[in-house]
């Protein structure tokens, strides 16, 4: 079995979707001790931005940048490593309403038509389904479905939608809201998620 494990936070240890990911892939660890990990940090090393350069690329015309290049690579590796994967575990902190920048490059590198989803007469079809993908969400307020601030939820809805595309449907969200309303509640809500995530079904 085969794990890849995404942090997205531009925050290092500061960061509390980081602190919850590391969580709940201890807890897989103690559930499957043969499981093999491979850990991506985009907050350290970020993937490029999609640019014209990057889609002429994947037409065929050839890189001359050297770093273009590299990227390139980069970008392959993180769509096979994505493939391999049995689970995935992803640290995906709320920025702004919606996910890191660095986060979307990524999943702008594994959204590839022919390989994780096609199009057929019948609309898309996703072909990432055989993969079970826990989040570590981390939110600042509260956008939960009952909270009054719910429509500014582009986080979460966003990776459903998107990873529903791509046909994943074993999808969780291991979440700690509140984080910037008071201490209390900041240390509440950490020890609520890391419970959650040692709970987590294997």
Request: aromatic fraction near 6%; charged fraction near 20%; glycine fraction near 10%.
């Amino acid at each position: 079995m085969k794990l890849l494990h995404v942090d997205a936070s531009i925050l290092g240890r500061n960061s509390v979707s980081r602190q919850l990911s590391a969580a709940i892939v201890k807890r897989l660890r103690e559930a499957h001790p043969r499981i093999e990990v491979t850990y991506t940090d985009l907050g350290a090393q970020p993937i490029g931005h999609l640019t014209g350069a990057h889609l002429a690329a994947a037409q065929g015309a050839t890189p001359e940048s050297p770093a273009l290049l590299e990227d390139l690579a980069r970008g392959a590796r993180a769509l096979e490593d994505f493939l391999a994967a049995d689970i995935l575990v992803v640290g995906a902190p709320m920025y702004n309403f919606s996910i890191s920048s660095q986060l979307k490059a990524w999943i702008d590198r594994i959204a590839v038509a022919g390989r994780t989803f096609r199009y057929t007469e019948k609309g898309p079809e996703g072909l990432a389904g055989a993969k079970k993908v826990i989040v570590a969400s981390s939110r600042g307020g509260f956008y939960g479905p009952q909270s009054p601030a719910a429509f500014l939820d582009h986080q979460e809805s966003y990776l459903r939608g998107i990873l529903g595309f791509l046909g994943i449907t074993d999808l969780t969200f291991v979440r700690a809201e509140g984080l910037n309303v008071g201490a209390d509640q900041r240390q509440a809500a950490i020890e609520a998620a890391t419970a959650e995530a040692a709970r987590l079904a294997a």
